[in-house]
DNA sequence: CCAAAAGTGTTCAATGTACACCCATGA
DNA sequence: TCATGGGTGTACATTGAACACTTTTGG
């Protein structure tokens, strides 16, 4: 709430950085663009770049999205997840980030849009481990973004955001297991998520693509919480 | 994370909001100012101002906070809430505002500080019912720091940040049950709390300030997580 | 004594957990 | 036929909900 001082405001660059996750070969994977410009030249970043004038921090997030993956109207999910402001995390000048939190299913190969010189899934263990080094300080948000990722499919129906349209309780399951990294009782998991009124909505097709039986297929229900919430082992 | 572009990036004002909540007379309460310059001059607003070159977004917050109240040491909880940049949401500039939820014993009455004309405690009901009219979307920003704290208490141990040092197990329900507008079972509430583990540390003492047979203290324990959750009755 | 708040015990229903078991397909 | 994943049934332990009851103060 800005109130007029004796000094000038000090001016601020604003810009909003995406952790795109998605779930691969059974690996919770982001989204990273290699950098064509120093700083940081040749190394992975998450995706972003500047607020433009007159433009909303979401209509931003989204925008960068939809240049980064190629991809206009993605069935995603797309949430503010927090700012990062450090004098210095840039070292060019005063920069705060928004970063935006956003769930996809498993997309087509990114086409690397605008200035960066490549774009690719990495699955976050790899970008979080001792190999990773992300530019300026995309470690720490890509991990607050995993960590979000992780608790908020506790008590929220986000996980069936990862699935593609249709999808089956199996795979719904594998989601979860990826996500957190553990086993699931697939029994007792097939009772809790179609016991879950209006989680779930059968489309009456099924499908075999998982082998064995044939599965019933589903789409997202109209239900945004999920009570009682799954309960993550303890792993 | 910005990269460099042909066109000049946009300058932004940034600030930082406080949601200052606690808990008063059985009612969740904010702190509010009284501007003392347009726009919204004379309107109640949240606490907040500009961050400085070279500050940090927290510190800011901080800062502010201590401006505020006229406190320095608070035993207090401060964590980002979100942030709020659309285009228009101040009439002077472009501001991008980052709100900080703080949630605070019932503290001493508020000391005016800075350049605001009037500072006091309001309970969150008459800001967001019809008669409040907060300045700029400061209601929104409030209304999201009440679903916050709201939300919070149920899987954490923040519960007793609305307490003095030290408390009863009583005057914690009366927290619960003042934020959340419900009444809960005392006896069940009482095991609950009691029976999870380093949640509360019994200091020795006894009270019999609100009456009735005297009751333990108690100071806040070292977990962080409540598990399983406190349920929040259907209300 | 009575009111008020603290604290304990107990019972019942709902839910999670573990696991035996059957089903329907492809190879 | 067998392996594989889908799906149902069931017994047991854990937890929450409701509430009777006792304890210890102040007035």
Same mark, same amino acid.
């Given at each position: 709430?800005?109130? !007029?001082?004796?000094?000038?405001?000090?001016?601020?660059?604003?810009?909003?950085?995406?952790?795109? @996750?998605?779930?691969?070969? $059974?690996?919770?994977?982001?989204?990273?663009?290699?950098?064509?410009?120093? &700083?940081?030249?040749?190394?992975?970043? @998450? /995706? *972003?770049?500047?607020?433009?004038?007159?433009?909303?921090?979401?209509?931003?997030?989204?925008?960068?999205?939809?240049?980064? =993956? %190629?991809?206009?109207?993605? +069935?995603? $999910?797309?949430?503010?997840?927090? =700012?990062?402001?450090? +004098?210095?995390?840039? &070292?060019?000048? #005063?920069?705060?980030?928004?970063?935006?939190?956003?769930?996809?299913?498993?997309? +087509?190969?990114?086409?690397?849009?605008?200035?960066?010189?490549?774009?690719?899934?990495?699955?976050?263990?790899?970008?979080? *481990?001792?190999?990773?080094?992300?530019?300026?300080? $995309?470690?720490?948000?890509?991990?607050? *973004?995993?960590? #979000?990722?992780? !608790?908020?499919?506790?008590?929220?129906?986000?996980?069936?955001?990862?699935? /593609?349209?249709?999808?089956?309780?199996?795979?719904?399951?594998?989601?979860?297991?990826?996500?957190? %990294?553990?086993?699931?009782? &697939?029994?007792?998991? $097939?009772?809790?998520?179609?016991?879950?009124?209006?989680?779930?909505? &059968?489309?009456?097709? =099924?499908? =075999? #693509?998982?082998?064995?039986?044939?599965?019933?297929?589903?789409?997202? %229900?109209?239900?945004?919480?999920?009570?009682? +919430?799954?309960?993550?082992?303890?792993?």
């Amino acid at each position: 709430m800005p109130r !007029s001082e004796t000094s000038l405001f000090p001016p601020f660059g604003v810009t909003v950085d995406l952790v795109v @996750l998605t779930v691969r070969e $059974h690996a919770l994977s982001a989204l990273t663009i290699r950098r064509g410009e120093p &700083p940081f030249q040749g190394a992975w970043a @998450l /995706p *972003g770049g500047f607020v433009r004038e007159g433009e909303g921090l979401e209509a931003a997030a989204a925008r960068e999205l939809a240049e980064e =993956t %190629g991809l206009d109207r993605l +069935p995603v $999910h797309l949430e503010q997840l927090a =700012t990062f402001g450090d +004098p210095g995390r840039d &070292p060019r000048m #005063r920069v705060v980030s928004v970063a935006y939190l956003v769930l996809a299913p498993d997309l +087509p190969a990114p086409r690397p849009g605008g200035d960066a010189a490549g774009a690719r899934w990495s699955s976050v263990g790899e970008l979080l *481990g001792d190999g990773g080094r992300l530019a300026f300080d $995309h470690a720490r948000i890509l991990e607050d *973004g995993v960590e #979000r990722a992780r !608790s908020k499919i506790e008590y929220s129906s986000l996980a069936a955001a990862f699935c /593609p349209e249709e999808f089956t309780v199996g795979e719904l399951r594998r989601v979860y297991e990826s996500v957190w %990294g553990v086993a699931l009782d &697939p029994r007792n998991f $097939h009772r809790k998520v179609t016991g879950t009124p209006d989680f779930l909505v &059968p489309t009456g097709g =099924t499908t =075999t #693509r998982q082998g064995g039986r044939p599965a019933q297929l589903f789409r997202r %229900g109209s239900a945004e919480k999920l009570n009682p +919430p799954m309960l993550r082992p303890e792993a």
